[in-house]
């Protein structure tokens, strides 16, 4: 059974940063995508940013040029490097992954992880 256990998260000032981590359990095989996404109170879920087994990368608008994905598929490990760091950030961010099994897409979340950022 795979499991995502994320990790990183906490309180921190505008302007500074935080790294989140995500490993993964339970699959011999790695995954063809793996990323984050986030939710603030009374919003949708929403992308934050993803990788894929390429190195091809995805990220939200609102985060470029601030966050970096990267990954360690050795490890089936997720990184995101989040600097500086803004009150719209504030949000449960939830560590994603996701391969095919033949034409079958599964996927999974881990439990989220708190991130709030103080103005």
């Known amino acids: 059974q795979v499991q995502l256990v994320e990790s990183g998260g906490g309180l921190v000032q505008a302007g500074g940063s935080l790294r989140l981590s995500c490993a993964a359990s339970?699959?011999?095989?790695?995954?063809?995508?793996m990323g984050w996404h986030r939710q603030a109170p009374g919003k949708q879920r929403e992308l934050v940013a993803v990788m894929a087994s390429s190195g091809s990368t995805n990220y939200a608008d609102s985060v470029k040029g601030r966050f970096t994905v990267s990954r360690d598929n050795a490890k089936n490990t997720v990184y995101l490097q989040m600097n500086g760091l803004k009150p719209d950030d504030t949000a449960v961010y939830y560590c994603?992954?996701?391969?095919?099994?033949?034409?079958?897409?599964?996927?999974?979340w881990g439990q989220g992880t708190q991130v709030t950022v103080s103005s």
């Open positions: 339970g699959r011999l095989f790695g995954f063809n995508r």
């Open positions: 994603n992954a996701g391969h095919f099994e033949g034409s079958r897409w599964n996927d999974y």
